[in-house]
């Protein structure tokens, strides 16, 4: 079939009008006819209009994903990673087990080989996450004092933001917080702290990298509607902390959707982006990956303009946290699925009427800076770790629980 066109395209051409060959010149998909789906050509030739460029000319930050060593050392995956996406956010190796598994002993092994990776590749890097009720170690959760606890958050995300000053974009510093109806999770943080953990979370950050962009990020914000509960409640926090001097910077919307949903999230970013300096849809991926729900999904940032970027959560369906679901921009195969060129097309055809405004996000350079590979502490202990499932959310953990859950879907 490919072949076929090729050869008789252009004697098709030839008989039709100047203009209309032009335009049918045009509606030929060469990439596709003369490189083919899997070869590293085709893969160079869409990093010319990858959504990351496109994204970058619609006068967003970076169009990114999520990885960790494993993917990062797995050919294929960062091929595409380098091709097609500017942002990398760790998707476990920034969590408090990982980081700093017994107290005091900090581990930065895969976090360190992430942020070189991303350095050298020209790629930025959202931090995920200093503070979260899951993939918490039992040493932190059964903390039943309040100064302690005071002093444990300031040297976990001190630490960890500190290590990596003026190499990270945005840091996701407090990380699903909130319950179902909009009130604090129930969990060893707020239960000692109540929501001052927040500003001592966010306090610490701050000190720790002033220039980092200071994220607080949930999910089911953008999922059920403008009006439901979670999103209100947490417009409400997030504007009285603001307004309370605490340094946030940002509203992360997570973003991982079932099919249909997408059609909600347009209200709903629109109101958490006008509670905050910015925003961002940080960790999406869509149950069967429907084209126009991704189209909707991504297009509700585009269309926002202190959104400054999407962030997909995984690259290929079987390396998803979903992967039942089938929810991402690639296949099995590597190969790109039609919401890939479902968004190339829609995001694209938007950039011939871009217009920059003085609003518009600026882009920043990450600093290429090597991170040493020497590790703080190679012991990591042999402390037990609450919640190390990946079913989602986690209502049962020992150190949280979730006051009322109504999103069940994803167990
Ligand atoms: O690294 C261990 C490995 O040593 C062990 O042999 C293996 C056995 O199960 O587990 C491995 O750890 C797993 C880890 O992913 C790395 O693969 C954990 O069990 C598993 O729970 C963990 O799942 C992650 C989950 O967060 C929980 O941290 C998913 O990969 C990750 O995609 C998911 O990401 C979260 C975001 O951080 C926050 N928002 C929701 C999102 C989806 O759940």
New binding site residues.
């Given amino acids: 079939m490919r072949y076929s066109i090729l050869f008789f395209t252009p004697a098709l051409v030839a008989l039709a009008a100047p203009g209309a060959q032009i335009e049918q010149i045009r509606n030929i998909d060469w990439e596709y006819e003369l490189l083919g789906n899997k070869s590293p050509l085709e893969r160079r030739a869409r990093s010319e209009k990858s959504l990351d460029a496109i994204f970058k000319s619609l006068g967003k930050q970076y169009f990114g994903t999520?990885a960790d060593r494993n993917l990062l050392n797995n050919a294929q995956n960062a091929e595409i990673l380098k091709a097609d996406f500017g942002q990398l956010t760790p998707?476990?190796s920034g969590?408090w087990d990982t980081v700093e598994p017994t107290q005091g002993k900090f581990n930065f092994n895969d976090l360190d080989f992430l942020v070189n990776w991303a350095t050298t590749n020209g790629k930025v890097v959202r931090g995920?996450?200093t503070l979260w009720y899951?993939?918490l170690p039992s040493w932190v959760s059964n903390i039943n004092n309040k100064d302690t606890l005071t002093s444990v958050i300031q040297t976990h995300v001190g630490t960890e933001v500190g290590r990596y000053a003026g190499k990270i974009l945005q840091w996701d510093v407090v990380?699903?917080m909130f319950d179902e109806n909009g009130g604090l999770r129930d969990c060893v943080f707020s239960r000692l702290l109540g929501e001052d953990f927040v500003r001592i979370a966010f306090e610490a950050a701050k000190k720790a990298d002033p220039a980092a962009k200071l994220y607080i990020n949930d999910?089911n914000t953008v999922e059920k509607g403008a009006s439901y509960k979670k999103t209100t409640g947490m417009i409400s926090y997030v504007k009285k902390w603001i307004a309370a001097g605490i340094p946030i910077d940002g509203i992360g919307a997570?973003a991982?959707l079932m099919t249909g949903e997408a059609g909600n999230v347009a209200a709903s970013l629109k109101l958490l982006c006008a509670a905050a300096p910015e925003c961002a849809l940080t960790?999406v991926d869509i149950v069967q990956a429907s084209a126009a729900d991704y189209v909707n999904t991504v297009k509700a940032c585009v269309d926002i303009k202190n959104c400054v970027g999407v962030t997909i959560?995984g690259v290929r369906d079987p390396d998803s946290?979903r992967a039942a679901s089938n929810p991402l921009l690639f296949n099995s195969g590597y190969s790109t699925k039609p919401a890939y060129g479902a968004l190339v097309q829609t995001l694209g055809s938007m950039t011939a009427t871009y217009k920059p405004t003085s609003a518009a996000p600026t882009s920043v350079a990450p600093t290429r800076t090597t991170v040493s590979t020497t590790p703080v502490v190679t012991s990591v202990g042999t402390t037990s770790i609450v919640a190390?499932?990946?079913s989602?959310p986690d209502a049962t953990s020992a150190a949280c629980k979730v006051a009322t859950v109504t999103e069940t879907v994803y167990r």
Avoid: A, L, P, R
């Fill in positions: 999520c998707e476990n969590k995920h996450n899951s993939q990380n699903e999910y997570q991982h960790e959560w946290w190390t499932t990946s989602y």
